[in-house]
């Protein structure tokens, strides 16, 4: 069965210094991932997917096959990137998601 | 506007009482998805909708049921809530396959 997975619940780093959010996945065919982020009082809303390769807010994230990874990375993190962010798996009509990781970007 | 609209935002009930969550999307869309989700924590698929007349339950079914009679509504009915039910209730659209999820701003339930 697909699977998704953050490691890290809790994540913590000082305005400026590099982030990596990570997420792996379990599925044996082609995935399609996102990444969802929740600010506080908001939305849950789309961040970045895999297929359209751009970069949102400072953010990327590079689908490796052979790991089976998906980890969201920033170099320089902001305050205003302190948020929970999810990682999700599409199959089919199906929408997974990790079980999220809050991060926080101190001052 | 184009956008999915969740009712009501916060709901206090007794349990074994019956409720019904609204859920509605003005986008067209045909897929539709219930999620639950405790503040700051992993979604848990309850049900989903490919389309009129179409459901399919998820990992959490949640003693629940949902209904999908016309595109634009999918509501989440419990037919008797019990304190375990409280979460917050999420809904969910998007276009098709590989295309994006639009979110509701939910429904924080807490039953009694």
């Known amino acids: 069965a697909q699977r998704v997975t953050q490691p890290e619940k809790l994540l913590s780093v000082f305005k400026g210094a590099p982030v990596e959010l990570k997420c792996n996945y379990s599925?044996?065919?082609?995935?399609?991932l996102f990444w969802y982020v929740q600010y506080s009082r908001q939305r849950l809303q789309l961040l970045l997917r895999?297929?359209s390769r751009e970069s949102i807010k400072g953010f990327t994230a590079d689908l490796n096959k052979g790991e089976t990874s998906f980890h969201l990375k920033k170099p320089f993190a902001q305050e205003e990137d302190s948020a929970m962010y999810y990682c999700?798996?599409?199959?089919?009509?199906?929408?997974?998601f990790g079980a999220g990781t809050r991060l926080t970007v101190k001052p | 506007e184009a956008d999915i609209y969740q009712t009501p935002r916060y709901l206090v009930i007794g349990t074994g009482k019956k409720i019904t969550l609204e859920c509605s999307q003005t986008?067209?869309?045909?897929?539709m998805y219930w999620y639950q989700q405790d503040p700051g924590m992993e979604l848990h698929l309850i049900h989903y909708?490919?389309?009129?007349?179409?459901?399919e339950k998820g990992d959490l079914s949640s003693e629940s049921t949902v209904s999908r009679i016309r595109t634009e509504h999918f509501p989440l009915t419990l037919e008797s809530a019990r304190p375990s039910h409280t979460s917050q209730y999420l809904c969910?659209?998007?276009?098709?396959?590989?295309?994006?999820?639009?979110f509701g701003s939910g429904t924080q339930l807490s039953v009694l």
């Open positions: 969910a659209s998007r276009r098709g396959h590989g295309e994006k999820l639009f």
């Open positions: 599925y044996s065919g082609s995935p399609e």
């Open positions: 895999h297929i």
């Open positions: 999700a798996l599409s199959v089919d009509n199906d929408m997974r």
């Open positions: 986008m067209g869309h045909d897929k």
């Open positions: 909708s490919y389309g009129v007349n179409s459901t």
